[in-house]
């Protein structure tokens, strides 16, 4: 199981070259943002045959999605998002307004009580999987939430899929 | 940060808009089983959907199919979804069972850990081992499903419990 240390603390390590930016401002926004992103990474990006998220452009694109709607429903505009290009992996950050409200990984409903959706609930959790790391750090106002995303998905995301294969 | 921040929304997603990409959740009721149809981005966008194919599913009390086969993404609010209605179903002796193949659903509820908590007709290939179907299910499934390609003229507006955006 995760615990909430499984974020990184402090920016991603190495140098990032910012390819986009956005400001969202509603869930809309964050839909179109995280089709964009799975788009430009999808376009320079091999993806492999096999696994569905063997492909770096699904990662991205379901990292994106997931730090977009927490910050939209979590945390406070202005929200603003990049994605940047690294050695071998791409660096979603997402910047918002809220200092106060720290990230964390909630566990996996496994039971009918509450709301059968529970937006958000499960978003990190979702990041964490399929992304290289998930982190965060506190800016002046606000706070940064980051995804890494490689081009080449994480060994133990190949790894669990593919014990599941059998 | 640097960059140039264009206006609030978008700039990369050429020729689509948010709305254009929402999906759609219906629930039907069938005979001795409820059927849930997933359609496009079952993301967001379609929580009031999704809860209120829950809440039917679980109150029907009945054997429940989900139909995955055209779910174009699914994000945290869709996976927790699918997960919420199979351990709801599960607490009162019944499974979820999806139908398939949807190799995205598939990687995301194995992922989550919650693969064990349902069952795959004509499964994912990434995931055969999920599928294995007691021959009661599947039997039932055979007879009674049979082959919905969301030809929605098929269905009569009294079988539709519910119908998403």
Redesign the interface.
């Known amino acids: 199981m995760l615990a909430d240390d499984a974020l990184a603390r402090g920016p991603a390590a190495g140098r990032w070259a910012?390819?986009?930016?956005?400001?969202?401002?509603?869930?809309?926004?964050a839909?179109?943002?995280r089709?964009?992103?799975s788009?430009?990474v999808a376009a320079t990006t091999a993806a492999p045959d096999?696994?569905?998220?063997a492909a770096a452009g699904?990662r991205a694109?379901?990292a994106a999605?997931?730090l977009l709607?927490n910050a939209v429903h979590h945390g406070a505009a202005p929200v603003?998002a990049?994605l940047s290009r690294g050695e071998a992996a791409w660096l979603i950050?997402v910047?918002d307004a809220a200092a106060d409200h720290r990230p964390t990984v909630p566990a996996?409903?496994?039971?009918?009580e509450g709301?059968?959706?529970?937006?958000?609930?499960?978003?990190l959790?979702?990041a964490l999987?399929?992304s290289d790391s998930v982190g965060w750090y506190p800016t002046e106002g606000g706070k940064t939430v980051w995804a890494r995303v490689g081009d080449r998905a994480p060994a133990r995301?190949t790894e669990?899929?593919t014990h599941?294969?059998? | 940060m640097n960059g140039a921040y264009g206006p609030p929304g978008v700039s990369g997603a050429a020729g689509r808009t948010a709305d254009d990409t929402a999906g759609d959740v219906t629930v039907l009721s069938e005979a001795g089983h409820t059927l849930v149809l997933l359609h496009g981005d079952v993301d967001v966008r379609v929580t009031d959907d999704l809860e209120h194919a829950g809440r039917y599913a679980i109150d029907s009390g009945r054997p429940t199919l989900m139909d995955v086969r055209h779910v174009a993404m699914i994000d945290s609010v869709g996976i927790s979804f699918v997960v919420r209605l199979a351990a709801g179903l599960r607490n009162v002796g019944l499974q979820l069972i999806l139908r398939g193949p949807c190799p995205r659903v598939a990687e995301l509820l194995t992922l989550m850990g919650a693969d064990q908590l349902v069952q795959w007709v004509n499964p994912a290939p990434a995931v055969p081992e999920v599928s294995v179907m007691t021959p009661h299910i599947e039997e039932h499934i055979d007879e009674h499903i049979g082959e919905y390609d969301y030809d929605r003229s098929r269905l009569g507006a009294d079988d539709v419990a519910g119908s998403g955006s």
């Not at chain 1, 096999?50 to 998220?53: A, P, S, T």
């Not at chain 1, 996996?108 to 009918?112: A, E, R």
């Not at chain 1, 709301?115 to 978003?123: A, E, M």
Request: glycine residues 12%.
């Open positions: 910012v390819q986009q930016a956005w400001e969202v401002t509603a869930v809309a926004d839909v179109r943002v089709a964009a992103i788009e430009m096999g696994l569905f998220f699904a694109e379901t999605g997931e709607l603003r990049t950050e910047t996996v409903p496994t039971g009918p709301n059968l959706t529970t937006p958000g609930g499960l978003g959790r979702l999987r399929v995301l669990l899929l599941q294969n059998g």
